[in-house]
């Protein structure tokens, strides 16, 4: 895990979300705030807000209680049984305790503020994400209330999905199924990276018989990618799973080096869907920035800020993604200050992520999480 060594200067601009609203560092996880309010209403305001910093997230999910203002200590195996934590925080990940990501019923609703931080492509405003400060986010915090909580049926939670999607086309008035050629896949294999495509299909009734996969392979030490193999994948019975190795262009059995695995689902007669193993990440070509991004830090650590494994698609981070990341071509993290309405079943709750690092020393630390939080009820 990388500890970034800054000068202060920078380090004192990255860390200005824990400023004025968290500078009380007395303890990490405290949640209360007294110092600089002299009447009853406004202590009773600061004493509402919870003020969280210094939330090691470097080496694995913090797991967080809103209700109780408590950090909980358990392993991942711990988690996915335990309903008394909402929140977690790993590396760019936050995950709910609701859905594919935990037992609870925690759900989660973007306010949908500071929504001009991003074009009306998606992609992000740099200035605007680099001029953001906790301070001056306040106010976009304050100003959700009561009257902000949606309907039921508005707030998310995170569910399963996997990087292999989109690589066909369907015509809803001719029912054709075509190959999407034009969404490429790129593959972190044991031995370097593979661009994947779907270039060709068959199809058996309503269901896909074959597909021929299109492959390309750089290993680590080669400068480009090879020119594009051919690997068919016969699904027709679908009673088999079929595993490919990207890095030797071929099909392996369940014991051998695969990246790929097609496999049946269950009572869906011949479908199927395809899954990456469990220690392979990629990315589907679907945001051009992100993508350019990916191809320029391969071989690198940065490219983990891009490819991911078959993953719940989170409310955080891939519903309405909370940070940006290497912003005119700086290695850091930007949050969006977005305001987030958190249902944990017992209570709701308006929160916002401050920021990424912390301080030891002169030290800056990333993944080390900043946010506040307040409970959302009637006065």
Not at 193 to 220: A, P
Not at 223 to 231: H, Y
Not at 267 to 286: H, R, Y
Not at 299 to 308: A, H, P, Q, S
Request: aromatic share 12%; net charge negative.
């Amino acid at each position: 895990m990388k500890t970034y060594l800054l000068p202060l200067s920078i380090a004192a601009a990255i860390l200005t979300g824990c400023g004025s609203d968290s500078d009380d560092s007395s303890t990490p996880n405290s949640g209360e705030l007294t110092r600089g309010c002299s009447t009853d209403t406004a202590a009773k305001m600061l004493s509402a807000r919870s003020l969280i910093s210094g939330i090691d997230a470097k080496t694995e999910f913090a797991y967080y209680d809103l209700d109780t203002q408590q950090e909980l200590d358990l392993t991942d195996e711990q988690a996915a049984t335990n309903t008394e934590w909402d929140i977690a925080f790993y590396g760019t990940s936050v995950i709910l305790n609701g859905g594919y990501s935990g037992p609870g019923d925690v759900k989660a609703f973007f306010t949908g503020n500071n929504s001009d931080f991003r074009d009306a492509d998606g992609n992000p405003v740099a200035a605007k994400f680099m001029a953001a400060t906790a301070d001056t986010e306040l106010q976009d915090f304050t100003d959700v209330t009561v009257a902000d909580i949606p309907e039921s049926t508005n707030f998310e939670t995170d569910e399963f999905t996997t990087v292999f999607q989109g690589y066909y086309n369907y015509d809803f008035q001719t029912h054709v199924v075509t190959a999407n050629v034009e969404q490429d896949y790129l593959i972190e294999t044991s031995c370097g990276y593979s661009q994947v495509r779907v270039t060709d299909l068959t199809t058996e009734g309503r269901y896909i018989s074959t597909i021929t996969l299109g492959n390309q392979y750089k290993h680590n030490d080669d400068q480009m990618f090879s020119v594009e193999n051919n690997i068919e994948v016969d699904m027709s019975a679908c009673t088999n799973d079929v595993y490919v190795d990207l890095d030797m262009d071929e099909l392996v059995e369940a014991d051998g080096d695969w990246e790929l695995k097609f496999t049946c689902v269950a009572n869906q007669g011949a479908d199927f869907e395809v899954l990456l193993s469990d220690s392979t990440i990629g990315l589907a070509k679907d945001d051009e920035a992100d993508w350019d991004k990916a191809l320029e830090y391969m071989g690198t650590d940065y490219i983990n800020y891009y490819l991911t494994g078959d993953y719940a698609e989170t409310v955080f981070k891939h519903k309405h993604k909370w940070y940006e990341y290497d912003l005119d071509e700086q290695n850091q993290i930007w949050s969006q200050y977005g305001v987030y309405i958190i249902d944990t079943g017992t209570n709701k709750y308006k929160l916002q992520i401050t920021s990424y690092y912390g301080l030891d020393g002169e030290t800056v630390l990333s993944r080390n999480y900043s946010f506040r939080y307040e409970e959302l009820s009637a006065e």
